[in-house]
């Protein structure tokens, strides 16, 4: 049995097939991260009959969108554009102006000083034939305008510029001056068509 | 000037390239590590920049925690069977309002229980639905008290 000298396997051809590797990887990769505008939605209620609470009119920030996409804000036709800017002003609220929303005094931990704290609830109501697409871009700004207002708060009491860079403690106290009270009423179809 | 006669006596030497496999397989490594191979094939016609635009997104964290929800038209090779109005897929198959419930608790199932209040729903919807369907998808998600939603959208460049 004659031993076969057994030849160095070329490995010129190593960097071809790694980059045929690379390439297909290449093309597969996807480096989307998923994305989206996080919410809870609210437990469905244990008992049948729910009586409705009794909320003060000026506390009450409603926002309708129709089937075709309309907006109307305390029942007044109003453009996306400017919702941001008009629900600010309802969540910040003006102790002065008897058309916002109360304020409430309230000592908050690590805060010194009281807060005045509004009690607007803004409540989001569409039509079944509304697209979701609006949807979105109405609950966008509403977001939006909690999370400029909340910027707002991290520079006022904790001196940093923006609320996701505030520490936990910091954040609750933030989340409690501006607390998201977006409620979604129960679908209507008011609209005609699905 | 001695600086410069020296530059120009000296050869052109190649450059070495036995270290291009080795730079090669570490980009490759990278790339297989990195990449996320799609689990389901979409059924419904759903790409990217059908997802609505956002501003104040927030990234999908614990992705082993999330489920999908898709909600769009059929592609076109469904639509003979499944018509043009928009449809629910979940995992990679049609699905039905009611089937909602049960994909909710299988997918809690699956799951460690310390991890199930971390759970989050992410409705990927194509923009142009109606908002019925998508109702429609969050009672039955409230029913299955899975309360932790997310409206998978793109960010508004």
Not at chain 1, 11 to 26: K, P, R, V, Y
Not at chain 1, 82 to 102: C, G, V, Y
Request: proline share 4%; charged share 30%; net charge positive.
């Amino acid at each position: 049995m004659a031993k076969r000298e057994v030849g160095e396997i070329n490995a010129g051809s190593m960097a071809d097939i790694a980059f045929l590797l690379l390439i297909f990887f290449l093309v597969t990769t996807t480096m989307d991260v998923d994305t989206g505008i996080a919410r809870q939605l609210p437990p469905i209620p244990e008992k049948k009959d729910i009586t409705d609470i009794e909320i003060n009119k000026r506390n009450v920030f409603i926002v309708l969108i129709n089937a075709q996409d309309r907006l109307l804000v305390n029942g007044k036709l109003m453009n996306v554009e400017d919702l941001r800017e008009k629900a600010i002003e309802f969540i910040k609220s003006d102790p002065n102006n008897p058309n916002l929303p109360e304020l409430e005094e309230v000592k908050i931990d690590g805060i010194n000083k009281p807060v005045y704290v509004g009690k607007g609830v803004i409540s989001l109501q569409n039509d079944r034939g509304t697209t979701y697409g609006r949807y979105i871009e109405v609950q966008n700004e509403l977001v939006a305008a909690y999370n400029i207002l909340r910027d707002e708060a991290a520079m006022e009491y904790f001196g940093k510029e923006k609320y996701d860079k505030l520490d936990e403690k910091q954040q609750e106290a933030v989340r409690k001056i501006y607390p998201q009270r977006i409620s979604e009423a129960e679908p209507k179809n008011v609209g005609g068509k699905k | 000037m001695a600086k410069f006669n020296r530059k120009k006596k000296k050869a052109s030497v190649g450059i070495s390239t036995a270290s291009l496999p080795d730079i090669v397989f570490m980009i490759l490594f990278f790339f297989m590590v990195t990449t996320v191979m799609r689990e389901v094939e979409l059924k419904i016609e759903l790409t990217n920049s059908d997802l609505p635009d956002a501003t104040e997104i927030k990234k999908l964290e614990k992705k082993s925690l999330v489920s999908y929800i898709y909600v769009g038209k059929p592609r076109k090779n469904f639509q003979r069977m499944y018509g043009t109005e928009p449809r629910i897929q979940l995992n990679s198959a049609f699905a039905e309002l009611s089937d909602i419930y049960e994909y909710i608790l299988a997918e809690r199932a699956q799951r460690d229980e310390a991890e199930v209040p971390y759970m989050t729903t992410s409705l990927k919807v194509h923009k142009d639905t109606k908002m019925g369907i998508v109702t429609d998808i969050k009672q039955e998600l409230r029913k299955a008290s899975a309360l932790k939603i997310n409206y998978s959208a793109r960010k508004e460049i």
